[in-house]
């Protein structure tokens, strides 16, 4: 599985961005896909999670923010973010887990950088 993510920049605080992930490859396999970040100095979070079904799992310091989702269609994920703060400033990277023969592995895009100014 490889993934394309996209739609990183800079904002000013109380604006929005949406990343887009394309994922290619065995993507029949992916039952998960997620957002990660990581900002200077931290370790990598999770930020959200969508499973095949829909289902939805969001950090805490990001619900009622940003929003995940997902076109099967397109194998693509996408993370609306809304009011965005500068604590959110991080390089956002995309996750999709895969479970073939019951084995779980998982796979990890370039990151995209989302720098948010106060």
């Known amino acids: 599985v490889q993934l394309q993510a996209s739609g990183g920049g800079l904002v000013q605080a109380g604006g929005s961005l949406r990343l887009s992930c394309a994922a290619s490859?065995?993507?029949?396999?992916?039952?998960?896909m997620a957002w990660y970040r990581q900002a200077p100095g931290k370790q990598r979070e999770l930020v959200a999670a969508?499973?095949?079904?829909?289902?939805?799992n969001y950090a805490d310091s990001v619900k009622g923010r940003f929003t995940i989702s997902r076109d099967n269609g397109k194998n693509t994920v996408y993370l609306q973010m809304n009011s965005l703060k500068p604590e959110d400033t991080a390089v956002y990277y995309c996750?999709?887990?895969?479970?073939?023969?019951?084995?779980?592995?998982?796979?990890w895009g370039q990151g995209t950088q989302v720098t948010v100014s106060s």
């Open positions: 996750n999709a887990l895969t479970t073939l023969w019951g084995r779980t592995s998982d796979y």
């Open positions: 490859g065995s993507t029949r396999n992916i039952n998960v």
């Open positions: 969508i499973t095949n079904s829909g289902n939805t």
